[in-house]
Nanobody
């Protein structure tokens, strides 16, 4: 059973930066997708960035609204997924969730879709104001 624990959220001024962390425990297959999603009350959860990892390959997908400002990375040694957020805007405010699924779900569109994922963390709040 995979467990995900997010941290690093907080209050930041517009233009500022934050780095979110997602610590992973439990068994994860050698081929898997992990991702960051965000949600504002009353709105649907949306994909922000994903990291696909296999034995010898890896690839990332970044959602268009955060392209050029956000970056995702994976520290395999420590089983931790990161989301680096720069040039933050008030519209980036929301609860940020980490998710994982033990397979490659396919295209960028599918990787950024919340329903593609099996395991979820509890979230960390990011407020840009």
């Amino acid at each position: 059973h995979v467990q995900l624990v997010e941290s690093g959220g907080g209050l930041v001024q517009p233009g500022g930066s934050l780095r979110l962390s997602c610590a992973t425990s439990g068994a994860i297959y050698s081929s898997n997708c992990m991702g960051w999603f965000r949600q504002v009350p009353g709105q649907a959860r949306e994909g922000v960035a994903t990291y696909y990892s296999a034995l010898v390959t890896a690839s990332t997908s970044i959602a268009d609204p955060v392209q050029g400002r956000f970056d995702v990375s994976l520290d395999k040694a420590n089983n931790t997924l990161y989301l680096r957020m720069n040039s933050l805007k008030p519209e980036d405010t929301g609860m940020y969730f980490c998710a994982a699924v033990e397979k490659d779900v396919g295209t960028k569109l599918l990787r950024l879709r919340p329903s593609s994922y099996t395991f979820w963390g509890q979230g960390t709040q990011v407020t840009v104001s």
